[in-house]
């Protein structure tokens, strides 16, 4: 059964730090891995998402690097800003051996906070 | 990709009603999910629901106490059974494309609190 891990839990730093966030996953058998952020009580936006054959995403001051091989994924965040802090979330989605696509398996989130 | 809405946004339940949590796509979408997060967790995979057959239901979730529809490619429907306090949870419903090449898509949350 896969298994995210998301590291560090909670993260405060104050703004304009370059941070990195970690996932690892137990099966490297995986389509693709997407980052989410979510603010409170609210819903997921979608912030990168990589194929299981490249190895990095851009978007912006994010980008986020994939090792299938070794299970691990990094979100850098560039000159962090108060804006940033939510929670991010680390997903990944399984190769599927039927016609249609599964659902994604969920880390446990760092809850950022950029301190002003 | 595509946008979803999600109605409706927040609810404050009475123990043992049902309420049901409705998704609306603006495109075609080949797969639908609905997800639960219970406060302070992650999100778990509920079911997928299937255009015109019964859902695919993950370890621990059960029909009975949440039915799902899904009678065309754009809109689905969650509903809680029998709500009890642990059932205060965000809803979640996402979708994928046929193309997949967006990843997936979330809908921005029903929170729900069962009193």
């Known amino acids: 059964k896969q298994e995210v891990t998301q590291i560090p839990a909670a993260l405060s730093v104050p703004e304009g730090e370059n941070l990195v966030l970690n996932c690892s996953f137990t099966?490297?058998?995986?389509?693709?891995l997407q980052w989410f952020r979510q603010d409170p009580g609210k819903g997921l936006t979608s912030l990168l998402l990589?194929?299981?054959?490249?190895r990095e995403q851009t978007s912006g001051r994010l980008n986020a690097s994939l090792d299938k091989s070794s299970g691990r994924s990094t979100l850098y965040i560039a000159a962090s800003q108060p804006g940033d802090s939510a929670t991010y979330l680390c997903?990944?989605?399984?190769?599927?051996?039927?016609?249609?696509?599964?659902?994604?398996?969920f880390g446990k989130g760092t809850h950022l906070i950029i301190q002003p | 990709s595509a946008v979803i809405s999600q109605k409706p946004s927040r609810d404050i339940c009475q123990r043992g009603t049902s309420l049901t949590i409705q998704c609306q796509v603006d495109?075609?979408?080949?797969?639908m999910f609905w997800y639960r997060q219970q406060p302070g967790q992650s999100l778990t995979l509920i079911a997928t629901?299937?255009?015109?057959?019964?859902?695919?239901?993950e370890s621990g979730f059960v029909i009975d106490k949440f039915p799902i529809s899904r009678p065309n490619l754009t809109f689905s429907t969650l509903t809680v059974s029998n709500m009890s306090p642990e059932d205060s949870s965000i809803y979640l419903c996402?979708?994928?494309?046929?193309?997949?090449?967006?990843?997936?898509?979330f809908g921005s949350g029903t929170r729900l609190t069962v009193v």
């Open positions: 495109s075609q979408v080949t797969m």
């Open positions: 099966d490297s058998a995986i389509y693709n």
């Open positions: 990589i194929q299981s054959s490249q």
């Open positions: 629901a299937n255009q015109g057959s019964e859902a695919t239901y």
């Open positions: 996402s979708v994928v494309g046929q193309d997949q090449k967006y990843g997936y898509t």
């Open positions: 997903a990944v989605r399984p190769k599927y051996s039927g016609g249609g696509a599964d659902g994604l398996t």
